[in-house]
């Protein structure tokens, strides 16, 4: 029993430690904010899907799913229906990322009929694993991929960027699980930036909870974030 008080002491202290406090406000803040993007992100993939659907609406389905046969990347050998729908995805590309997808790791026959099979095209090659992933839309990573290599959405390559950086610290480079408050302010505006050109209508409650974050407990004299 004592060994147990010992440990649960020990992790209490962890968590009150201001440092750890802002590493897991800035977890939280990801959490937060993932998930507010991913159901935005889910509405833009029906609507994207929507209108290619009606544009090419008398095709027929592919029997064969052209881009897993032998001639790759070859469109002009492809069947009609995968053909237009290649085309239809090449044309909502960035120009610089246009010429990296990777047809032969996506299911063409699948377009017509999942939205999130023609979105897998905007999973660069250094997240392929992500291709076999069935909840990669769910994923923060999926959000900021498809948001810089897609020409749906005006968000400026140097915003994404700063989220890709605050997250390899908090994410990937953080084996001791600490950020100075600094690191945790710079981490939360970087995903408030990011919400800020998106329309998340309804989910807008989460640029109030990040902002909570940010504020400090000064009653206590504590330096770390405030954990909601």
């Given at each position: 029993?004592?060994?147990?008080?010992?440990?649960?002491?020990?992790?209490?202290?962890?968590?009150?430690?201001?440092?750890?406090?802002?590493?897991?406000?800035?977890n939280?803040?990801?959490?937060?904010?993932?998930?507010?993007?991913?159901?935005?992100?889910?509405?833009?993939?029906?609507?994207?899907?929507?209108r290619?659907?009606?544009?090419?609406?008398?095709?027929?389905?592919?029997?064969?799913?052209?881009?897993?046969?032998?001639?790759?990347?070859?469109?002009?050998?492809?069947?009609?229906?995968?053909?237009?729908?290649?085309?239809?995805?090449q044309?909502?590309?960035?120009?610089?990322y246009r010429?990296?997808?990777?047809?032969?790791?996506?299911?063409?026959?699948?377009?017509?009929?999942?939205?999130?099979?023609?979105?897998?095209?905007?999973?660069?090659?250094?997240?392929?694993?992500?291709?076999?992933?069935?909840?990669?839309?769910?994923?923060?990573?999926?959000?900021?991929?498809?948001?810089e290599?897609?020409?749906?959405?005006?968000?400026?390559?140097?915003?994404?960027?700063?989220?890709?950086?605050?997250?390899?610290?908090?994410?990937?480079?953080?084996?001791?699980?600490?950020?100075?408050?600094?690191?945790?302010?710079?981490?939360?505006?970087?995903?408030?930036?990011?919400?800020?050109?998106?329309?998340?209508?309804?989910?807008?409650?989460?640029?109030?909870k990040?902002?909570?974050?940010?504020?400090?407990?000064?009653?206590?004299?504590?330096?770390?974030?405030?954990?909601?």
């Amino acid at each position: 029993m004592g060994q147990l008080t010992s440990r649960q002491e020990m992790l209490s202290m962890e968590v009150t430690e201001p440092y750890m406090r802002n590493w897991l406000c800035a977890n939280m803040a990801f959490r937060e904010s993932s998930q507010a993007i991913s159901v935005y992100l889910h509405r833009s993939i029906a609507q994207i899907h929507k209108r290619i659907q009606r544009s090419i609406s008398s095709s027929s389905l592919c029997r064969i799913n052209c881009s897993k046969q032998e001639q790759g990347n070859g469109l002009n050998r492809w069947c009609p229906t995968c053909e237009r729908w290649a085309m239809e995805i090449q044309s909502l590309c960035e120009s610089d990322y246009r010429e990296k997808i990777k047809f032969s790791h996506l299911n063409s026959s699948q377009w017509p009929i999942n939205p999130y099979e023609v979105v897998r095209a905007f999973i660069p090659k250094a997240h392929r694993l992500y291709y076999k992933a069935e909840e990669f839309h769910e994923d923060l990573r999926f959000g900021l991929s498809f948001i810089e290599n897609c020409k749906e959405f005006s968000v400026p390559k140097h915003v994404c960027e700063r989220v890709w950086q605050v997250r390899g610290r908090v994410k990937r480079k953080n084996v001791r699980m600490r950020l100075s408050r600094q690191q945790m302010e710079e981490t939360i505006q970087a995903l408030l930036e990011l919400l800020s050109y998106l329309d998340i209508g309804d989910d807008n409650i989460v640029i109030n909870k990040l902002e909570t974050l940010l504020q400090r407990d000064v009653e206590d004299g504590n330096e770390g974030c405030v954990i909601m």
